[in-house]
């Protein structure tokens, strides 16, 4: 089925082959999507409630993961069907700011959605938000969920994952078990996207 609007959200760190999926997912059953990043303080402020203070560091800023999801969606000849929003909490667009329950449709200040594409990592925050929705009178989004995406040795690709040296944003080992700890806390500089490499460093 095709929606006229969906949405998704994520960090988008280390554009992998997970966030790929979603992503793909979700232009496969929407004519547009609004995509939801989250900022640089959102990322602080979750991380440091799960105590992760060296991944929050090795995260990209928003404006370089904003760019390089941008170049990444381009290159696949979406440009023109999104839309690149700034993600401040887990429900962001899909739900009405300090305004009466359905001001915000009938002044026509936020826009809705038909859908919301997630994994299966992050359906409950899709189902919190549909209850959220329900209160406030307006419609449940219709959920589209997708298998987290395994890697090499069967473990989900992460970004997480990535970071640490674990694998590639192709979800391929990079080192054997005994030399990967040695490649933990590499600072990989510069990211950039480009067509094709697997290089981890590159989103």
């Known amino acids: 089925m095709k929606y ?10 280390r554009l992998h082959t997970g966030h790929q999926s979603l992503l793909e997912k979700a232009f496969s059953v929407g004519d547009h999507v609004t995509i939801g990043l989250t900022t640089d303080e959102y990322v602080k402020n979750l991380k440091s409630q799960n105590n992760n203070a060296k991944q929050i560091k090795k995260i990209v800023a928003y404006q370089d993961r904003k760019r390089i999801l941008e170049a990444w969606l381009n290159d ?25 329950d359905g001001a915000w449709l009938r002044t026509g200040k936020l826009p809705d959605f038909d859908a919301i594409v997630v994994s299966s990592e992050t359906r409950k925050t899709a189902e919190a938000i549909n209850t959220l929705r329900k ?28 970071r640490s040296g674990d694998i590639d944003t192709n979800g391929r080992l990079i080192l054997p078990d005994n030399l ?7 600072d990989d500089g510069e990211i950039t996207y480009s067509r094709g490499e697997a290089n981890p460093f590159h989103y």
């Open 4 to 13: 006229t609007s969906v949405v998704c959200g994520g960090t988008f760190d």
């Open 180 to 186: 990967r700890p040695e490649l933990r806390g590499y």
């Open 76 to 100: 696949q000849g979406w440009d023109g069907r999104y839309t690149i929003v700034p993600l401040n909490d887990p429900y962001g667009p899909t739900l009405p700011r300090h305004a009466p």
């Open 135 to 162: 209160e406030k009178g307006l419609h449940a989004l219709k959920i589209i969920e997708i298998p987290m995406i395994p890697a090499e040795d069967l473990r989900s690709v992460s970004s997480t994952r990535v």
